[in-house]
């Protein structure tokens, strides 16, 4: 008979281990824990930084707030079906498609001889830009290669590329390029999986003719992404995929002295946590707890709900419109899509934790993005240019989490995105009166029009704080989240100690 702490105890144990899960594999260092330095092992792969990096470049990473992934590659043209059968997985993982699972015969045979039909004659790489701005977005992360192994830009060390299809123009450059013209700043995704390479393993070889060949695959994935670096120098950092696999997870001296040679090579050169492994296999963070990388990627379709689980570090959170479909799907039917409001509430929760949000699009064969995703973006758009100050640059803002929505902060500006509107009308703020700023003015961002403050001390709680009132117009209403500004100003400490407690 189980007794009640055993009951608890064994909750907390599935819930720990659905934490853990993280495409299908256990991944313990993404919720590791910083040991003390007593404590501490000593590493020769680990990571190469404790704190966060301070330079201009990852500053200006920190500040985008917004940001769009797109997925494309030759998986667009079956779009998750074929033959009239549906594939039951993610779009851009149909070349895994096995007979076994309801796949036609001979399916990656076919799959392989697709890029002969790649030809995106609606493709419109400043198209894709302008939606962007228009959404908002400060950065782009670009698919130049997925699993597959399908290149999208003429690459030397393959024929599988597409200089080889109908289309032949060298997609990763129209892209970079229509992107900066923007001003929009891209990253170059990379998926260290390719099951084209004849050489690539997901297990570690055993045999020695397979343990060479996979030395062959570890130079031609290294001498691609030199290339990529060097093909596209305004590129601001790499963002790697597929980085699991045991086979790269044994590389932990090789892929420590490439990121050496990537970072040498490309000086401010941005990478995340998920391009390798320490000597005992820990991704993301190593042995000791320490980030690997500059920010945390451990937040993929998933949001911290505490400023504390981000344990002080960079991090961004890439998130499909559909539950888990990153490449062009032709059906468009879900368990359900995301609206422009979820996204915008998850934009606003990330950005009031100090992380980056990005949104995923999957074009279709002929390039082009799903209407009804472009009608996501313009909404988010339409949504960003009222109240992008309230994203831009922020951070947290040492406050608890309000009801009513989420809170950012910059310089001595919070900012309130409101998406539970009191039916009274009345937004209580509370802050601790021995606070260093205090609320002065506050006004809606949209119109900048005043609205009445003032603060109180109603008894709410023993945490000793003041509360300041805010009162929206009796005729006020919005369908859509909302932003109040309250200035802070540090001279307005009349109000500490103003009240007199009971000596009790």
């Given at each position: 008979?189980?007794?009640?702490?055993?009951?608890?105890?064994?909750?907390?144990?599935?819930?720990?281990?659905?934490?853990?899960?993280?495409?299908?594999?256990?991944?313990?260092?993404?919720?590791?824990?910083?040991?003390?330095?007593?404590?501490?092992?000593?590493?020769?792969?680990?990571?190469?930084?404790?704190?966060?990096?301070?330079?201009?470049e990852?500053?200006?990473?920190?500040?985008?707030?917004?940001?769009?992934?797109?997925?494309?590659?030759?998986?667009?043209?079956?779009?998750?079906?074929?033959?009239?059968?549906?594939?039951?997985?993610?779009?851009?993982?149909?070349?895994?498609?096995?007979?076994k699972?309801?796949?036609?015969?001979?399916?990656?045979?076919?799959?392989?001889?697709?890029?002969?039909?790649?030809?995106p004659?609606?493709?419109?790489?400043?198209?894709?830009?302008?939606?962007?701005?228009?959404?908002?977005?400060?950065?782009?992360?670009?698919?130049?290669?997925?699993h597959?192994?399908?290149?999208?830009?003429?690459?030397?060390?393959?024929?599988?590329?597409?200089?080889?299809?109908?289309?032949?123009?060298?997609?990763?450059?129209?892209?970079?390029?229509?992107?900066?013209?923007?001003g929009?700043d891209?990253?170059?995704?990379?998926?260290?999986?390719?099951?084209?390479?004849?050489?690539?393993?997901?297990?570690?070889?055993?045999?020695?003719?397979d343990s060479?060949?996979?030395?062959?695959?570890?130079?031609?994935?290294?001498?691609?992404?030199?290339?990529?670096?060097?093909?596209?120098?305004?590129?601001?950092?790499?963002?790697?995929?597929?980085?699991?696999?045991?086979?790269?997870?044994?590389?932990?001296?090789?892929?420590?002295?490439?990121?050496?040679?990537?970072?040498?090579?490309?000086?401010?050169?941005?990478?995340?946590?998920?391009?390798?492994?320490?000597?005992?296999?820990?991704?993301?963070f190593?042995?000791?707890?320490?980030?690997?990388?500059?920010?945390?990627?451990?937040w993929?379709?998933?949001?911290?709900?505490?400023?504390?689980?981000?344990?002080?570090?960079?991090?961004?959170?890439?998130?499909?419109i559909?539950?888990?479909?990153?490449?062009?799907?032709?059906?468009?039917s879900?368990?359900?899509?995301?609206?422009?409001?979820?996204?915008?509430?998850?934009?606003?929760?990330?950005n009031?934790l100090?992380?980056?949000?990005?949104i995923?699009?999957g074009?279709?064969?002929?390039?082009?993005?799903?209407?009804?995703?472009?009608?996501?973006?313009?909404?988010?758009?339409?949504?960003?240019?009222?109240?992008?100050?309230?994203?831009?640059?922020?951070?947290?803002?040492?406050?608890?989490?309000?009801?009513?929505?989420?809170y950012?902060?910059?310089?001595?500006?919070?900012?309130?995105t409101?998406?539970?509107?009191?039916?009274n009308?009345?937004?209580?703020?509370?802050?601790?009166k021995?606070?260093?700023?205090?609320?002065?003015?506050?006004?809606?961002?949209?119109?900048?029009?005043?609205?009445?403050?003032?603060?109180?001390?109603?008894?709410?709680?023993r945490?000793?704080?003041?509360y300041?009132?805010?009162?929206?117009?009796?005729?006020?209403?919005?369908?859509?989240?909302?932003?109040?500004?309250?200035?802070?100003?540090?001279?307005?400490?009349k109000?500490?100690?103003?009240?007199?407690?009971?000596?009790?």
């Amino acid at each position: 008979m189980l007794t009640t702490y055993n009951l608890q105890m064994k909750k907390l144990f599935f819930i720990s281990i659905s934490a853990l899960l993280f495409f299908g594999i256990f991944s313990k260092e993404l919720m590791a824990q910083e040991q003390p330095m007593a404590q501490r092992i000593t590493l020769q792969y680990g990571s190469h930084r404790e704190g966060k990096r301070m330079d201009a470049e990852m500053q200006r990473w920190r500040e985008y707030g917004l940001g769009q992934f797109i997925h494309w590659g030759v998986y667009a043209i079956p779009g998750g079906h074929w033959e009239g059968k549906s594939y039951n997985g993610a779009a851009e993982w149909i070349r895994s498609w096995s007979e076994k699972s309801g796949a036609p015969a001979g399916w990656q045979k076919t799959y392989d001889n697709l890029y002969k039909q790649f030809n995106p004659t609606d493709f419109d790489a400043k198209a894709w830009a302008r939606q962007a701005k228009d959404m908002g977005a400060k950065y782009v992360i670009f698919t130049t290669k997925h699993h597959d192994g399908f290149c999208l830009w003429p690459s030397k060390y393959t024929g599988y590329t597409i200089k080889n299809t109908p289309f032949k123009k060298d997609i990763v450059k129209e892209v970079v390029d229509a992107y900066d013209a923007e001003g929009i700043d891209v990253y170059l995704y990379f998926s260290i999986i390719d099951w084209n390479h004849p050489g690539y393993s997901s297990g570690i070889p055993k045999a020695e003719k397979d343990s060479l060949a996979y030395e062959d695959f570890k130079q031609f994935t290294r001498n691609q992404l030199i290339e990529l670096l060097t093909n596209y120098p305004s590129a601001k950092g790499l963002w790697f995929d597929g980085s699991w696999d045991a086979a790269w997870i044994e590389q932990a001296a090789w892929t420590d002295e490439l990121e050496k040679e990537l970072r040498a090579f490309r000086p401010g050169l941005i990478i995340g946590s998920r391009f390798r492994a320490d000597e005992y296999g820990k991704r993301h963070f190593d042995s000791n707890g320490v980030l690997m990388g500059d920010y945390e990627q451990g937040w993929e379709r998933k949001l911290p709900s505490t400023i504390e689980q981000t344990k002080g570090n960079d991090w961004d959170c890439v998130m499909t419109i559909p539950p888990n479909q990153w490449g062009y799907n032709s059906d468009w039917s879900s368990s359900y899509i995301k609206t422009p409001y979820d996204l915008i509430a998850m934009l606003l929760q990330a950005n009031s934790l100090n992380g980056n949000f990005v949104i995923n699009f999957g074009p279709d064969g002929k390039g082009r993005i799903r209407p009804e995703e472009g009608d996501i973006a313009k909404q988010i758009g339409e949504w960003m240019r009222v109240n992008s100050e309230a994203v831009y640059g922020v951070t947290y803002a040492e406050l608890p989490k309000p009801d009513y929505g989420y809170y950012t902060k910059k310089g001595n500006k919070l900012y309130l995105t409101v998406f539970n509107k009191p039916v009274n009308n009345i937004i209580r703020v509370a802050m601790a009166k021995t606070a260093e700023q205090k609320p002065s003015k506050a006004y809606f961002l949209a119109d900048k029009k005043d609205l009445k403050l003032v603060s109180h001390n109603i008894g709410l709680d023993r945490d000793n704080n003041l509360y300041y009132d805010i009162t929206l117009p009796d005729d006020f209403s919005s369908d859509m989240p909302f932003v109040i500004v309250i200035d802070l100003d540090e001279a307005a400490k009349k109000d500490q100690g103003n009240y007199r407690d009971a000596l009790t």
